[in-house]
């Protein structure tokens, strides 16, 4: 039996109350869909009933699942709430509350003058099909001129567009995608938290790094954003591996980041917390190399200044093969003040001439392997007095292999050191 139009006279109260006597009889033989259509009824008034619900519209809901012996989750559009196809792994109330979201974020008046695309996207779907996602916009766009019961008695016949057939995200720990974010905005400008800016004549977006960086302090960066799905994925749920790339596919740098839990992630290059390896060695380009080099020394230089004074050595910056960016003049200027900052430079490179001579009065500590005499005599002007510069040279081109001279502050000779078998 389906009743859907009664009017409204004071005999119908007593009706009312029968049919309803009637009703809690048949669905007494099924507790679970007796509670579904009760708690179905209450989601569907809302909370402190905000949505105008009739007794005959709960009547005509009920009754249809007592008549057909059905899930309640299939007649929910009777009561102008989304269908819920009938799950063991799903609570009813999570059910309910989907598909109460369903109504009100696809079909509700606040979203009136959203687009269909919008709407759908607010759901955060779970991994939807593309003719889940096609259907659903046809369906919203079908529903735009007809009142909200008719047109969710379209949904009787989609199955695949009920909830539990579509899903939503809920608490993640594993990541299913990511959406990389644009360094361009809306208007096709370069966003400034990009650090690049605009090239010249069509061109990719160009980092730029200033030459009176030191001085100015306009210091130049570079950033990644960076959204990943689920939405809901948990702070600390995954580890990424953040890298710049050249056009050649060579790996400059990369730095390791936690997922942060945030609206958008995101990645600085030269203010992190964790350890970073910039490989300029991976490119044979040698402008790349040192313009590359200049730009890590910079942001190093900036964040030592940022973070202050310090009464004990907090970090090491290694520069190995340090003869590709040998001539940058900030790399004395930082071996002279980084100390008092709490930073350890260490450089290393094959030849002592690839380095400017300023750089040997402000570093302290040198170890020496075996050298050309060319180069220990370059070394040993730089490090020792004239009286020990010709037995310095002779020691330096004799020494073994896994052998090394060490030179430290507060000794006037260095001290032979050797690696273990």
């Known amino acids: 039996m389906r009743v859907t139009h009664f009017s409204c006279g004071p005999a119908v109260n007593e009706s009312e109350l029968i049919a309803f ?54 007649y929910l559009h009777h009561i102008g709430l989304w269908p819920v196809q009938a799950s063991e792994e799903s609570e009813a109330t999570i059910g309910l509350d989907i598909s109460r979201m369903f109504v009100d974020r696809l079909l509700g008046r606040t979203v009136s003058g959203t687009s269909p695309a919008r709407r759908i996207e607010s759901l955060r779907l779970l991994g939807p099909t593309e003719q889940q996602t096609r259907d659903l916009e046809a369906f919203i766009r079908s529903s735009a001129t007809k009142p909200l019961l008719p047109a969710l008695a379209d949904l009787s016949d989609k199955r695949h567009l009920w909830v539990n057939n579509l899903h939503v995200e809920g608490a993640a720990q594993a990541i299913q995608n990511i959406e990389l974010l644009s360094w361009r905005t809306n208007t096709d400008k370069i966003a400034k938290w990009s650090g690049l800016e605009e090239g010249e004549g069509g061109a990719p977006p160009v980092l730029i790094l200033q030459r009176d960086a030191d001085r100015t302090g306009d210091y130049s960066k570079l950033e990644v ?72 020394f910079y942001g190093l230089y900036k964040e030592m200044f940022r973070r202050g004074l310090q009464d004990h050595i907090t970090h090491a910056v290694v520069f190995d093969e340090a003869h590709r960016a040998a001539g940058l003049k900030l790399i004395p200027i930082m071996a002279k003040e980084c100390r008092k900052y709490g930073i350890s430079l260490v450089v290393a490179s094959q030849e002592a001439k690839d380095f400017n001579v300023s750089l040997f009065s402000a570093i302290a500590n040198y170890l020496v392997l075996r050298l050309t005499e060319a180069d220990a005599r370059a070394l040993a002007r730089n490090v020792s007095s004239s009286q020990q510069e010709r037995v310095l040279v002779d020691k330096i081109k004799q020494m073994d292999r896994f052998r090394a001279l060490y030179f430290c502050e507060g000794k006037s000779r260095p001290s032979l050191v050797a690696l273990s078998s």
């Open 225 to 296: 954003k960076w959204k990943a799905r689920p939405e809901n994925l948990k702070e600390g749920a995954v580890e990424y591996r953040v890298a710049i790339i050249t056009d050649m596919d060579e790996e400059l740098a990369c730095r390791e980041v936690t997922h942060s839990g945030k609206k958008d992630e995101k990645c600085r290059f030269w203010e992190s917390d964790q350890p970073i390896v910039i490989r300029i060695h991976t490119t044979q380009n040698d402008n790349l190399q040192k313009a590359f080099a200049s730009l890590v």
């Open 21 to 74: 006597k009637h009703l809690e009889n048949r669905l007494q033989s099924t507790p679970a869909n007796r509670h579904f259509a009760e708690l179905a009824v209450k989601r569907a008034r809302g909370f402190g009933h905000r949505f105008s619900i009739s007794k005959w519209t709960e009547f005509d809901f009920l009754c249809s699942v007592a008549a057909d012996k059905k899930h309640p989750g299939e």
